[in-house]
Structure formats: structure tokens, C-alpha cells
């Protein structure tokens, strides 16, 4: 059996090629698709704590989350065949009114390395279109972004109108340079993550409270 470490170590270095190979190598012998995958989330599970511990930085994350990407398309036909299923499912966005997207880009990719499905809704993104697609996709999850001190209100009035529309078993997660736990308490959101990595942690903890 292949040593599925040599995976693990090249996604957290973002050696993609030898990641996809590797991933390849361990599917072609027979190696359990949740075993690989395993070793994936693992990979960036350590990825993340590096990071909240100033170990590695932004584009290291970003170099590890691609090579994690790019494994996953490579599994993804054995983990479908094998009734391997999400964790949850997320629907991300930067709201209304801010174009900016680095960060919230980060936590989409550090949410699929925990294996959460993630619709990614792009910048500038209605409240209504947040509703929607948590409504399409039964999603468990919302991660709001604002890099804008101008655009904070919006992500209010997208707490305002997830609440409204009565999706009590999704969990909003904010984020972004202005923003703050005070402020999630404020306007009622579920959880505040200063970076991608403690996003992770958040929502996997909210998860386990909702379970």
C-alpha cells in the first residue's frame, strides 16, 4: 500500500503534480477513498494550524489549497462511487456592495480541504441571492465576507434576511478586516473568523452544536 504521508506532505508543500500523481498512484491500488481522503484533510488541517501559528503564510496556504483542489477532482469519481458524501454543504460570498474577494477565496478553499461542499456566489452578492442558494442547496453553512468598513451593513441586512426566510439550520459564519466578534454579536450572526483556518475550526463546531 502506497505510504498516503508522501500525499499528505505534498499537498501541505503545494506540490500539485506530485499530489495529483500520488493521489493517482494510491486509487490505482486500491487504496479505500476515504483513506486518501483522510490523509487530504489532514494535510490541511495542518496547513491551517501553521498559519494561526504565523508558521507559513498567505500564499503557502494558497499553493496548499490548490494542490488539495486538484487531488480532490482526481478522487472525486471514488468518492462518489463509494456513497462518500460532503461533511456539509456552504454557500460563500462577499456581500453587497464589496468586489473584494482574496478572503473570502481562502475560506472556500480551506472549507473544501475540510471536505464541505462550496458554492462559491462571487463578490457583491445580494442578501437575496444568499437566501437562495442556501434554499437550493440545503446548505448548513453561510460565510459572509467585507473588506469594507462601507459594506459592514450589508452583511446585517444578510443575517437580517437568512433569519427572515427561516433557514434556522444554517449557521452564518462573517469575516473580513472590519469586522469583529462584537460585531457578529451585534447583528446576531453564529460565529466570527479572523482568518481561513479558524473558519474551519468554527465550522466544524457549529456543526457539531447543530448535530
Not at 460585531?183 to 474551519?200: H, K, L, R, T, W
Request: aromatic content about 4%; hydrophobic content about 50%.
Amino acid at each position: 500500500m502506497p505510504d498516503l504521508g508522501n500525499l499528505s506532505e505534498a499537498i501541505k508543500t503545494g506540490k500539485r503534480d506530485d499530489a495529483v500523481a500520488l493521489t493517482r498512484g494510491a486509487i490505482e491500488e486500491n487504496v479505500p477513498a476515504q483513506d486518501i481522503l483522510d490523509a487530504m484533510v489532514t494535510a490541511m488541517d495542518d496547513v491551517g494550524q501553521k498559519f494561526q501559528c504565523n508558521e507559513i503564510f498567505v500564499p503557502e496556504m494558497l499553493i496548499a489549497a490548490r494542490a488539495m483542489k486538484e487531488s480532490m477532482a482526481a478522487l472525486e469519481p471514488q468518492l462518489v462511487e463509494a456513497g462518500i458524501k460532503p461533511v456539509a454543504k456552504a454557500v460563500v460570498g462577499t456581500v453587497s456592495g464589496d468586489l473584494h474577494d482574496i478572503g473570502k477565496n481562502l475560506v472556500a478553499m480551506m472549507w473544501k480541504g475540510a471536505n464541505f461542499e462550496v458554492i462559491d456566489l462571487g463578490t457583491n452578492v445580494a442578501p437575496e441571492k444568499f437566501v437562495e442558494a442556501a434554499k437550493e442547496h440545503g446548505a448548513e453553512l453561510v460565510g459572509l465576507s467585507a473588506l469594507l468598513t462601507t459594506t459592514m451593513p450589508a452583511i446585517k441586512t444578510t443575517v437580517d434576511a437568512i433569519k427572515a426566510a427561516g433557514l434556522d439550520v444554517t449557521k452564518v459564519v462573517i469575516g473580513g478586516a472590519p469586522v469583529t466578534q462584537e460585531y457578529a454579536d451585534q447583528i446576531g450572526a453564529d460565529g466570527y473568523a479572523p482568518d481561513a483556518a479558524s473558519a474551519v475550526e468554527l465550522a466544524r463546531s457549529l456543526l457539531v452544536k447543530a448535530a
